[in-house]
């Protein structure tokens, strides 16, 4: 420390002197009555699950980390007529827990919509403020759609039936023997289902009717059973499908065969095994180009080739044949209806095919930009994560769609009749398409349980989202107007301010079930996307958070995290306490709203203030008693007297005049600049949630100086805080969080001295008077 320093250091010091005699007075008095310890800085040790063997306090899998695996034989066919879809699966599950379990459990999500469905008898909300007339007409109009799954048989390796039981989404294998630890079990299961209209119902996947040309489109998913997962943390994760916890799917590798009618386009999670089989020589030849063309895609079915195939219905059948290693899910989309495009993306060494499905109803719009947003995702999540370890990310266009599979995600974004459409439908279009095709790196690889907490991946997805569309408006700026600045819908602070601030009885805390959530939007995606961002680039800064955020990834990929081990990975790779942080804003439904309360103007003095008087006379002390002392004495209290203005301190304070004689030589004191001016700023805390303190104090001269004081600084005061600043010159104005960069809901208190905003009605009474 040097001796300039020094100087101010022994004032402040004094300050806190002054303080803990308070602090005694209060104990010798009693009147604390004690307490738990409600600090917002307590460590998450009650919220916390415990570190184990299988999940350590790091964040990182521990040494007996483990999950299953399920690998998938199927044969899926497709009747186009009847929009019905048949299937003939194996699976074989492989028990790597240490666990025996006396039966499996099997995802049956189309029962969703089977026609005693219970997920429509949850609905106490009465009557709606409006229906879509899809909606109403399938509720109330239509008979109930027969959607569920068809079970024709369960069957084991030896073709023997195989007991089961189901309780809606679920279905229970009571295998005749337990799987034990190490084992695994292969069994067979045949269905079909009526496949359900996407646009005027509801469901992540199924047809759009296209009544100009007779013909649908198909984006299928959840179509087949699936594996529960088994985990160290649920057990079986059977908890039914209700409709907005999305799903919980363990790892494994998939052989599927597609058979649709021989004129549809098709594209699926997994490598295409017989491309010379279902493609034509000019698709063939396109293709070869496509793999060579890394700035821009190349049609591989052109919108007449679709067109032409819109007239055709062929009764004549084609089989698709895909590989899929180490996926947790399968999709397809299939229609004859399909154009196609696709462009090579460079991801570290290896080069990923971006491509593009879409009808003609999606162009020119979706020729324009679906496969761009596809080739920027991939970089951006990339860069931020790890590598794209597929060959591919696919794009699909359905009308009002947005759902993610592995390679392959539905999105909306349809252009007029006419071929226009607004800057809305434009953004909407790319912001999708980014967000589906980010889903790969969470949850299809970084393997959360959706079921769970939505926000795992729906957050953390939608933070990356942001980060990826800006990127998007800074490379094509002629297609993000203006100056490319991308216009997020979510993940800037100030978007996040209206739900925050909203009604408390209707906001969960981010950490909670989906199916409990009021309002999953602003829940799952927008608060934890904002969340992030704030810890990346206020809190924690961009090199901490980047490098944290890519261990989690790192750690996580093909695996299945859990929340702790997301916010305790954070923690361990940057030494930055996020207990506080991760407390405020996904345990809680605090909100943010930090202002500037006061400002006190003060001048140093040698002559003891009131309160130092009463303190001397308290203990019978005199000034000689003890050492010299330097007073800081209030501008609007007794114990300022009007000669100590406009003067520094060595003026007006002997006692510091000689310190600085006895402890400077006459060089360093010539390097002294005193400040003349001494303020007391109290900062206050409305908002529950302890944020950086950001301030930006403005002199006289005009000169700023921007100060962000660490959240910490909220430790033993929550409500109130205050600051001594020093400064030659005058201070004029303060502002806390110039920049918006906190979430604050109320900014009315954010600025010294107060700016006098006039309420609307002291306008309309001003205009009243003017007439
Ligand atoms: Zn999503």
């Known amino acids: 420390m040097n001796k300039i320093k020094y100087y101010f250091a022994s ?3 004094l300050f806190g002197a002054m303080a803990i005699a ?4 209060e104990v010798k008095e009693g009147r604390d009555p004690g307490h738990y310890n409600q600090s917002r800085f307590k460590q998450l040790y009650e919220e916390f699950a415990t570190p184990n063997t299988y999940r350590s306090a790091s964040g990182a899998p521990g040494p007996d980390y483990y999950q299953q695996r399920a690998d998938y034989d199927m044969n899926i066919e497709l009747d186009d007529k009847n929009s019905k879809i048949y299937g003939e699966e194996t699976i074989t599950y492989f028990n790597n827990s240490p666990d025996n379990l006396e039966f499996l459990w099997v995802q049956l999500d189309q029962n969703v919509r089977a026609k005693d469905s219970k997920s429509p008898l949850r609905d106490g909300n009465g009557v709606n403020f409006a229906y879509t007339t899809g909606n109403f007409a399938n509720t109330y ?3 109930p759609f027969d959607g569920g799954f068809n079970i024709e048989y369960v069957k084991d390796a030896n073709g023997r039936p195989l007991s089961y039981t189901i309780n809606q989404t679920m279905m229970r294998l009571n295998i005749p023997q337990p799987l034990k630890s190490g084992e695994q079990i292969s069994f067979s299961i045949k269905w079909w289902y009526n496949i359900n209209d996407h646009v005027n119902g509801r469901g992540r996947s199924g ?9 649908r489109a198909y984006v299928i998913a959840q179509f087949f059973p699936r594996m529960a997962v088994y985990s160290d943390v649920e057990g079986w994760q059977n908890h039914q499908f209700w409709g907005s916890g999305e799903f919980a799917l363990p790892f494994g590798n998939y052989n599927v065969n597609i058979t649709v009618p021989a004129d549809h386009v098709l594209d699926a999670t997994g490598v295409l095994q017989n491309r010379k089989e279902v493609f034509s020589k000019d698709m063939m030849k396109r293709y070869e180009m496509a793999k060579k063309s890394y700035d821009k895609p190349v049609v ?5 080739e679709a067109e ?4 055709g219905f062929s009764e004549k059948k084609k089989t698709w044949k895909f590989k899929a290693t180490n996926v947790r899910d399968y999709g397809f989309a299939t229609s004859r209806k399909f154009v196609w495009d696709m462009q090579a993306v460079k991801i570290g060494s290896k080069d990923v095919m ?5 009808p003609k109803e999606g162009n020119p719009l979706w020729e324009e930009q679906s496969t761009k ?13 790890f590598d794209y370890p597929y060959h591919k990310a696919i794009s699909v266009h359905a009308k009002n769609q947005g759902m993610e599979y592995p390679m392959i995600c539905w999105n909306y974004g349809r252009p007029n009749e006419d071929g226009t459409y607004s800057d809305r439908t434009k953004y909407g279009m790319i912001s999708v398409i980014i967000h589906e095709v980010g889903h790969n790196f969470f949850p299809m690889i970084v393997n959360s349980d959706e079921r769970q907490w939505g926000w795992m991946d729906e957050g953390l997805d939608t933070f990356m989202q942001y980060l990826a569309e800006q990127e998007f408006g800074k490379n094509y700026p002629e297609v993000i107007a203006p100056n490319g600045n991308y216009p997020s819908r979510r993940g800037e602070p100030s978007k996040i301010v209206p739900y925050m601030s909203g009604d408390q009885s209707h906001i969960s805390p981010i950490m909670s079930n989906p199916e409990n959530v009021y309002q999953l939007g602003p829940n799952a995606y927008g608060k934890p996307a904002t969340a992030l961002n704030i810890l990346r680039e206020t809190v924690m800064g961009k090199e901490l958070f980047d490098h944290a955020f890519k261990t989690y990834a790192q750690r996580w990929k093909f695996k299945h995290p859990t929340p702790e081990d997301f916010f305790r990975t954070l923690e361990d790779a940057s030494a930055v306490d996020l207990d506080w942080y991760w407390r405020g804003w996904f345990y809680t439904t605090d909100y943010v709203d930090i202002g500037v309360k006061g400002v006190k103007k003060y001048f140093v003095s040698d002559k003891p203030t009131k309160e130092m008087e009463k303190y001397m006379a308290d203990r019978n002390l005199t000034e000689a008693d003890l050492p010299p002392l330097v007073y800081l004495a209030e501008e609007d209290s007794e114990d300022f007297s009007p000669e100590l203005k406009g003067k520094s301190p060595t003026e007006t304070s002997q006692n510091l005049k000689e310190f600085m004689m006895d402890n400077m030589t006459e060089a360093e004191r010539a390097q002294v600049v005193e400040p003349k001016y001494f303020y007391e700023v109290t900062f206050d805390k409305p908002g529950g949630i302890p944020m950086p303190l950001i301030v930006e104090y403005t002199y006289a001269d005009g000169t700023k100086e921007n100060v962000t004081y660490p959240a910490e600084i909220w430790r033993k005061n929550d409500a109130e805080v205050k600051r001594v600043i020093s400064s030659e010159k005058e201070l004029v104005g303060i502002i806390v969080d110039p920049k918006l960069e906190t979430a604050d809901i109320d900014t009315a208190n954010n600025s010294w001295p107060i700016k006098e905003e006039k309420s609307d009605f002291d306008k309309f009474k001003e205009n009243i008077k003017g007439k």
């Open 11 to 13: 004032i402040l010091f």
């Open 22 to 25: 308070q602090e005694e007075e």
């Open 141 to 143: 109009v239509s008979e």
């Open 207 to 215: 047809y759009e009717y296209f009544p100009k040309d007779g013909n």
């Open 300 to 304: 591989i079915v052109t919108q007449e």
């Open 308 to 311: 032409a195939a819109e007239k």
């Open 354 to 358: 971006a491509v593009s499905l879409y």
């Open 373 to 385: 947003a596809v080739a920027q995702t991939l970089k951006t999540y990339s860069k931020h994560t």
